[in-house]
Protein backbone atom coordinates (compact mmCIF):
# COMPACT_ATOMS: atom_id res chain seq x y z
CA UNK A 1 0.00 0.00 0.00
CA UNK A 2 1.07 3.76 -1.14
CA UNK A 3 0.22 6.96 0.67
CA UNK A 4 0.14 9.76 -2.53
CA UNK A 5 -0.06 13.34 -0.70
CA UNK A 6 -1.18 16.06 -2.85
CA UNK A 7 -0.17 19.76 -2.44
CA UNK A 8 -1.76 23.36 -3.96
CA UNK A 9 -2.16 26.44 -3.28
CA UNK A 10 -5.22 28.50 -2.53
CA UNK A 11 -4.97 30.16 -5.60
CA UNK A 12 -4.37 26.75 -7.74
CA UNK A 13 -7.14 25.59 -5.89
CA UNK A 14 -9.45 27.96 -6.79
CA UNK A 15 -8.61 27.42 -10.82
CA UNK A 16 -9.12 23.60 -10.73
CA UNK A 17 -10.53 22.25 -7.84
CA UNK A 18 -13.37 20.99 -9.73
CA UNK A 19 -11.64 19.57 -12.05
CA UNK A 20 -9.63 17.98 -9.65
CA UNK A 21 -11.94 16.04 -7.88
CA UNK A 22 -13.33 14.76 -10.84
CA UNK A 23 -10.81 13.24 -11.85
CA UNK A 24 -9.76 11.55 -8.28
CA UNK A 25 -13.46 10.72 -8.66
CA UNK A 26 -12.65 8.42 -11.70
CA UNK A 27 -9.75 6.28 -9.57
CA UNK A 28 -11.06 3.58 -6.73
CA UNK A 29 -8.51 5.32 -4.36
CA UNK A 30 -9.29 6.01 -0.73
CA UNK A 31 -9.57 9.63 0.16
CA UNK A 32 -7.77 9.31 4.39
CA UNK A 33 -6.96 12.85 4.13
CA UNK A 34 -7.68 16.62 3.00
CA UNK A 35 -6.65 19.26 5.04
CA UNK A 36 -6.89 23.19 4.27
CA UNK A 37 -4.14 25.16 6.16
CA UNK A 38 -4.83 28.60 7.83
CA UNK A 39 -3.67 30.13 4.06
CA UNK A 40 -5.54 28.70 1.89
CA UNK A 41 -3.34 25.96 0.95
CA UNK A 42 -4.41 22.16 0.58
CA UNK A 43 -3.20 19.01 1.45
CA UNK A 44 -5.07 16.00 0.27
CA UNK A 45 -3.47 11.80 0.96
CA UNK A 46 -5.08 8.80 -0.83
CA UNK A 47 -4.23 5.30 -0.32
CA UNK A 48 -3.24 3.23 -3.36
CA UNK A 49 -2.24 -0.10 -3.88
CA UNK A 50 -0.15 0.06 -6.72
CA UNK A 51 3.19 1.65 -7.13
CA UNK A 52 2.12 1.56 -11.06
CA UNK A 53 -1.47 3.08 -10.16
CA UNK A 54 0.83 5.63 -7.73
CA UNK A 55 2.74 6.85 -10.63
CA UNK A 56 -0.27 7.23 -13.27
CA UNK A 57 -1.93 8.88 -10.82
CA UNK A 58 1.23 11.22 -9.99
CA UNK A 59 0.87 12.07 -13.84
CA UNK A 60 -2.92 13.31 -13.74
CA UNK A 61 -2.21 15.71 -10.88
CA UNK A 62 1.01 17.04 -12.54
CA UNK A 63 -1.80 18.04 -15.49
CA UNK A 64 -3.17 20.71 -12.82
CA UNK A 65 -0.50 23.43 -12.70
CA UNK A 66 0.71 24.05 -9.48
CA UNK A 67 -0.29 20.82 -7.96
CA UNK A 68 2.67 18.79 -6.53
CA UNK A 69 2.66 15.60 -5.48
CA UNK A 70 4.59 12.43 -3.41
CA UNK A 71 4.22 9.41 -2.05
CA UNK A 72 5.42 7.11 0.87
CA UNK A 73 4.48 3.32 1.69
CA UNK A 74 2.14 2.84 4.29
Sequence with gaps: MWKVNINCD???WKL?????KQMTASYPYELIGSKKLPDGSRIM????AEISDVESFQEECAKFAGFTTDFESL
Excluded: L, R
Design 10 to 12: QET
Design 16 to 20: YGANF
Design 45 to 48: SYKV
